[in-house]
């Protein structure tokens, strides 16, 4: 990722990612994460049987790194664990939510204006279909 894309206020919406998840050939469902008390979506990834199997084994949220092809236990290297309070999965079973509740107060690998990890990767508003703008408080 480049930092003019996580900085930047003009809209770059990456419409190829399904395709380059497909091209990878890994059995994927996406899994959205939620911070358990307050609602916010932190981030949506990828989770194969595996991360799932480790997610509820560990309580803590793992998942299929799409673009390393490996496991990938969020907050291993940057601190930002997510502890599971449950596993939910829509209607078809063709993708899962993980409620969590943060370790700290970060769960982005982006970090704000304090050199924080930002609370949710949803810190962006569309404004208009070329230009976004930073949701108050999350900058």
């Not at 560990?58 to 490996?70: M, Q, Y």
Request: proline share 1%.
């Amino acid at each position: 990722m480049s930092e003019a894309l996580e900085q930047d206020l003009s809209v770059e919406l990456d419409f190829t990612k399904l395709n380059a998840v497909t091209a990878t050939g890994s059995e994927v469902v996406p899994v959205v994460l939620q911070h358990a008390d307050t609602g916010d979506v932190l981030f949506v990834g990828y989770v194969n049987e595996l991360a799932l199997r480790t997610t509820l084994e560990e309580r803590t949220a793992v998942l299929w790194s799409t673009s390393r092809n490996e496991l990938w236990r969020k907050g291993a290297t940057s601190g930002d664990v997510l502890n599971l309070v449950d596993v939910r999965v829509n209607c078809e079973q063709n993708s899962v939510l993980y409620r969590v509740l943060p370790e700290r107060t970060g769960a982005c690998h982006t970090t704000g204006a304090d050199g924080n990890s930002r609370a949710t990767c949803y810190y962006r508003t569309i404004d208009s279909i070329d230009q976004l703008s930073f949701v108050e408080g999350l900058a």
